[in-house]
């Protein structure tokens, strides 16, 4: 296997990179969603009490 | 009023996407552990290069997805400069984010590659001047979108280096035609291909494994940028 390192290095790269992203957007979906929502619950408990 | 109702409208109305997103995930996932073995297994060792020249499979579909990518902003931003529309903005910005981060493991990628094969990490030569050119272009763009003195100042300034900024990308694609260049011809050109067949096969299950996480990682970026949008809409609607 000749330069076997550099293709290693190359996978690292592609690999590691796309799945921290891929981590880091989900993340952060997760955390916007839950804002939403407890946007729309404090929306929706305003709306109440004006009633 | 009714641009925030139309907006508000528009991200609730994505739940078909979400399901999209799940197929995607779930087609795209077996596919990556399909691309691995075809490129680490079953193609064969380049006579020349060795195994390092199974970089290529990686390389290249980075490449053309970063492409992809910065077409959509292109695409994307003229269509917000005549609708105004904050889909269209939202998909420009995450379609130059995740351009950029193809276009990042394109270049290292390549750097990686060339290190054996050319002797140095890194050359000025044509075609990896005009990317790193490219590179820092979408850097910019994400730049001024984020120091902008207004979000809707941003978008329309963004917007239109985004059109600008695409004419690099056949400047890249053309680079080795037009000039001396340490890269090599395209070896898979419409009506020419010039590998033997299971590098071929490897390549186009590599080509279609990262175009599909292309779209999906667009899909769950483009979600996220709308959802941003609605909670500011909804943050200047509450006072």
Redesign the interface.
Known sequence: ????G??F???L??WI??FV??YY??Q??ND??Q??SE?EIR?NQNTKDDQ | MAQITATVQSTRSYGWVDKLSQVLAFVTLPLMALTLYMTLIYAPTDAT????Q??FY??VP?AWNGFLAFFLVFVASVVYLFKSSRFWDALARASAEVGL?FT??MI??GS??G??VWGTWWSWDPRMTTTLILWFIYLGYLMLRAYAPSKQQGARYAAVLGIVGFVDVPIVYMSTKWWRTLHPQQVVEPGQVSMPPEMLQAFMVSLLAFTL?FIW?LI??T??AL??D??EI??IE?G
């Open positions: 296997m000749d330069n076997f550099f293709l290095a190359a996978l790269v592609v990179g796309i992203y891929i957007i989900g952060k979906l916007l969603r804002q939403l946007v929306e | 290069q060795g195994d390092v199974r970089i990686y390389h980075t981060v990042t493991i290292i990628t990686l590659w290190k054996p996480l990682i769950i970026r979600r996220i959802i941003e609605e909670l909804r943050s509450n």
